[in-house]
């Protein structure tokens, strides 16, 4: 379609502020925006739309016009909702780089231009799909927040008697229809185990790199997952490279075999999923401030800054992550780090957007319980930083805020499926903190722990501060070359005994420590005579030339399962 096109559109609310020359342009596509340089994202073609959150001086116009020319867009369009008129300094920057420049009226969504353009370069629609797009920007731009996914899954469901949900990529479940009846009965809801399950297929099929919609049959029932884009996240460094973007991107899942679908069918998908998107993209921006909060915060805490700075930054962060609370809460640090298998760790940023998703609640639905949750990245790290609105006694060794242990037990699977052969997810909890004094050695802590997690066998690891009061802080820095040695020293000898005799003399031991020595509290675990169980730990004395009556002895055993 052609950029003359749009602004004859009246529904549409553009008012031309510089290009007229150019508005014979061809429009491919549209992507929503607020990154200073969005250039990855970008084909060439697109009338691109931003809210100006970029903007923060006159002198960012220029450079953000100049990387959309060299992108090859077909226009600009900027909302009046944020900044009232479109700043003059864009409108001349723009006539510099003859690139089109329109102004969108605050009573416009952005999600009712994407529609129109998708629908025109789209090609021609079926009736009843066009139907459902229509209604949904209609829907979604009947009120401030707009209609959000559910409407269109609502949609789908009564104009198209399709049954779909919207997971997050760790399978919580962000948006899903209403129990209204269709054709095919009532739409059911997808329990947490089968969310997980579709997360983790599409993540595996992203990850190797197969084309969606991807097919998956669970409990004979089959499913087409499209991956939910946003324009305004995917932060990798290589956007050719599948890894960056999805441990954050949405997917829909559509109780179907897309496999059967005409192109027009499948192309409206792809629409809607762009429809999606553009609340996916609404979301991620609210999520700009207390990003940037996060950000201000760690940077004082990295650089030394004075404790009362700290504690003032605090004090505005507070009302934002848990309003109405009245004072600072205490905070917990949680550190997160992705690192792929050839070396390199993800920047950070995607880290910054999986963590967000992993302290959610699994329990909880929609978006919105992530709006209380404050993120920064560094280096190859990702950083929360976790209010607590209430703590346990500071003499209280557990502790209250994030559990390390169940951290990732609701998440584990999908990524462990998203990682596998690729990648691993560290995860490090520090210990709640009181004062701005505290949070620089909880940061510590927290880095602490993730090196604990790392250096564990798996795929998706995390550690607590518990952790670094024991032994186990100081095993992952025990050199491969002492731990290969030590531990084949001890235990080779039972292992080898093991195979030839089939006499379980290491899960004996194990039994034994674990049960500080006691024969009948052993022999009761083994299902064993106590007489057998002494034959047993005779023979590993006798193989190993070491005394189990020893505290010492007992201690290298220990340490030396704990290695292998």
Same mark, same amino acid.
């Not at 607020?34 to 970008?42: G, I, N, Q, T």
């Not at 969606?212 to 669970?218: A, D, I, Q, S, T």
């Not at 550190?335 to 070396?343: I, K, L, P």
């Given at each position: 379609?052609?950029?003359?096109?749009?602004?004859?559109?009246?529904?549409?609310?553009?008012?031309?502020?510089?290009?007229?020359?150019?508005?014979?342009?061809?429009?491919?596509?549209?992507?929503?925006?607020?990154?200073?340089?969005?250039?990855?994202?970008? $084909?060439?073609?697109?009338?691109?739309?931003?809210?100006?959150?970029?903007?923060?001086?006159?002198?960012? $116009?220029?450079?953000?016009?100049?990387?959309?020319?060299?992108?090859?867009?077909?226009?600009?369009?900027?909302?009046?909702?944020?900044? *009232?008129?479109?700043?003059? &300094?864009?409108?001349?920057?723009?006539?510099?780089?003859?690139?089109?420049?329109?102004?969108?009226?605050?009573?416009?969504?952005?999600?009712?231009?994407?529609?129109?353009?998708?629908?025109?370069?789209?090609?021609?629609?079926?009736?009843?799909?066009?139907?459902?797009?229509? !209604?949904?920007?209609?829907?979604?731009?009947?009120?401030?927040?707009?209609? *959000?996914?559910?409407?269109? @899954?609502?949609?789908?469901?009564?104009?198209? &008697?399709?049954?779909?949900?919207?997971?997050?990529?760790?399978?919580?479940?962000?948006?899903?229809?209403?129990?209204? +009846?269709?054709?095919?009965?009532?739409?059911?809801?997808?329990?947490?185990?089968?969310? /997980?399950?579709?997360?983790?297929?599409?993540?595996?099929?992203?990850?190797?790199?197969?084309?969606?919609?991807?097919?998956?049959?669970? &409990?004979?029932?089959?499913?087409?997952?499209?991956?939910?884009?946003?324009?305004?996240?995917?932060?990798?460094?290589?956007?050719?490279?599948?890894?960056?973007?999805?441990?954050?991107?949405?997917?829909? +899942?559509?109780?179907?075999? /897309?496999? &059967?679908?005409?192109?027009?069918?499948?192309?409206?998908?792809?629409?809607?999923?762009?429809?999606?998107?553009?609340?996916?993209?609404?979301?991620? +921006?609210?999520?700009?401030?207390?990003?940037? @909060?996060?950000?201000?915060?760690?940077?004082?805490?990295?650089?030394?800054?004075?404790?009362?700075?700290?504690?003032?930054?605090?004090?505005? %962060?507070?009302?934002?992550?848990?309003?109405?609370?009245?004072?600072?809460?205490?905070?917990?640090?949680?550190?997160? !780090?992705?690192?792929?298998?050839? *070396?390199?760790?993800?920047?950070?940023?995607?880290?910054?957007?999986?963590?967000?998703?992993?302290?959610?609640?699994? /329990?909880?639905?929609?978006?919105?319980?992530?709006?209380?949750?404050?993120?920064?990245?560094?280096?190859?790290?990702?950083?929360?930083?976790?209010?607590?609105?209430?703590?346990?006694?500071?003499?209280?060794?557990?502790?209250?805020?994030?559990? %390390?242990?169940?951290?990732?037990?609701?998440?584990?699977?999908?990524?462990?499926?998203?990682?596998?052969?690729?990648?691993?997810?560290? #995860?490090?909890?520090?210990? /709640?903190?009181?004062?701005?004094?505290?949070?620089?050695?909880?940061?510590?802590?927290?880095?602490?722990?993730?090196? #604990?997690?790392?250096?564990?066998?798996?795929?998706?690891?995390?550690?607590?501060?518990?952790?670094?009061?024991?032994?186990?802080?100081?095993?992952?820095?025990?050199?491969?070359?002492?731990?290969? +040695?030590?531990?084949?020293? @001890?235990?080779?000898?039972?292992?080898?005994?093991?195979?030839?005799?089939?006499?379980? @003399?290491?899960?004996?031991?194990?039994?034994?420590?674990?049960?500080?020595?006691?024969?009948?509290?052993?022999?009761?675990?083994?299902?064993?005579?106590?007489?057998?169980?002494?034959?047993?730990?005779?023979?590993?004395?006798?193989?190993?030339?070491?005394?189990?009556?020893?505290?010492?002895?007992?201690?290298?055993?220990?340490?030396?399962?704990?290695? $292998?």
């Amino acid at each position: 379609m052609r950029l003359r096109a749009l602004l004859d559109t009246d529904a549409l609310g553009l008012k031309l502020l510089g290009g007229e020359d150019e508005l014979d342009r061809g429009v491919r596509g549209v992507m929503t925006t607020d990154l200073r340089d969005p250039s990855r994202y970008l $084909s060439g073609g697109e009338l691109v739309l931003t809210g100006l959150a970029w903007r923060r001086d006159a002198a960012d $116009s220029e450079p953000f016009v100049r990387i959309l020319v060299q992108a090859g867009v077909a226009a600009l369009a900027a909302g009046e909702a944020e900044l *009232g008129d479109v700043p003059e &300094d864009l409108v001349v920057a723009c006539a510099r780089h003859r690139l089109p420049l329109f102004a969108v009226h605050e009573s416009v969504a952005f999600a009712t231009i994407t529609e129109h353009v998708v629908r025109q370069v789209s090609g021609e629609r079926a009736g009843d799909l066009a139907a459902v797009v229509d !209604r949904h920007r209609r829907m979604m731009t009947s009120g401030p927040a707009g209609g *959000g996914p559910d409407v269109v @899954l609502d949609l789908l469901g009564s104009d198209l &008697d399709l049954r779909a949900w919207v997971l997050s990529p760790t399978g919580r479940l962000i948006a899903a229809p209403k129990e209204t +009846a269709g054709a095919r009965g009532t739409v059911p809801a997808l329990d947490s185990a089968a969310c /997980a399950r579709l997360a983790a297929e599409h993540l595996a099929a992203v990850r190797t790199g197969r084309r969606g919609p991807h097919r998956v049959v669970l &409990d004979r029932t089959t499913y087409s997952l499209f991956p939910v884009r946003g324009s305004g996240h995917g932060p990798a460094s290589d956007p050719d490279d599948p890894r960056a973007t999805m441990l954050s991107d949405w997917l829909l +899942a559509v109780e179907a075999d /897309a496999g &059967d679908w005409a192109e027009e069918r499948l192309d409206l998908l792809q629409g809607v999923t762009q429809l999606i998107a553009v609340e996916r993209d609404r979301r991620d +921006a609210a999520r700009t401030v207390r990003r940037r @909060l996060a950000q201000e915060v760690l940077e004082l805490v990295q650089t030394g800054a004075a404790p009362a700075e700290i504690a003032a930054r605090l004090r505005v %962060a507070a009302p934002v992550l848990l309003p109405g609370l009245g004072t600072a809460p205490h905070w917990q640090v949680v550190v997160a !780090r992705v690192e792929w298998e050839d *070396g390199r760790g993800d920047g950070g940023p995607v880290t910054q957007a999986l963590l967000e998703e992993i302290l959610v609640d699994p /329990a909880a639905t929609g978006p919105e319980p992530s709006d209380r949750i404050a993120v920064a990245h560094t280096g190859d790290e990702a950083v929360a930083l976790v209010p607590l609105p209430s703590v346990a006694d500071e003499h209280d060794t557990g502790g209250p805020g994030v559990p %390390a242990d169940a951290l990732l037990e609701s998440v584990r699977g999908p990524l462990t499926a998203g990682l596998d052969g690729d990648g691993r997810l560290t #995860v490090g909890v520090s210990a /709640a903190v009181h004062s701005a004094e505290g949070l620089r050695g909880a940061l510590e802590e927290a880095r602490h722990a993730r090196r #604990v997690a790392a250096a564990r066998p798996g795929r998706v690891c995390a550690a607590g501060h518990q952790e670094l009061a024991s032994h186990v802080l100081l095993l992952p820095f025990v050199p491969d070359d002492v731990r290969r +040695a030590f531990t084949a020293r @001890l235990l080779d000898p039972l292992r080898e005994y093991d195979r030839r005799h089939r006499a379980e @003399l290491i899960p004996t031991l194990e039994a034994f420590l674990d049960c500080d020595g006691s024969w009948t509290r052993c022999a009761t675990r083994l299902h064993l005579h106590v007489n057998t169980l002494r034959y047993r730990v005779g023979r590993i004395e006798q193989l190993t030339g070491r005394d189990l009556s020893r505290l010492e002895d007992k201690l290298d055993f220990f340490l030396a399962l704990r290695m $292998s």
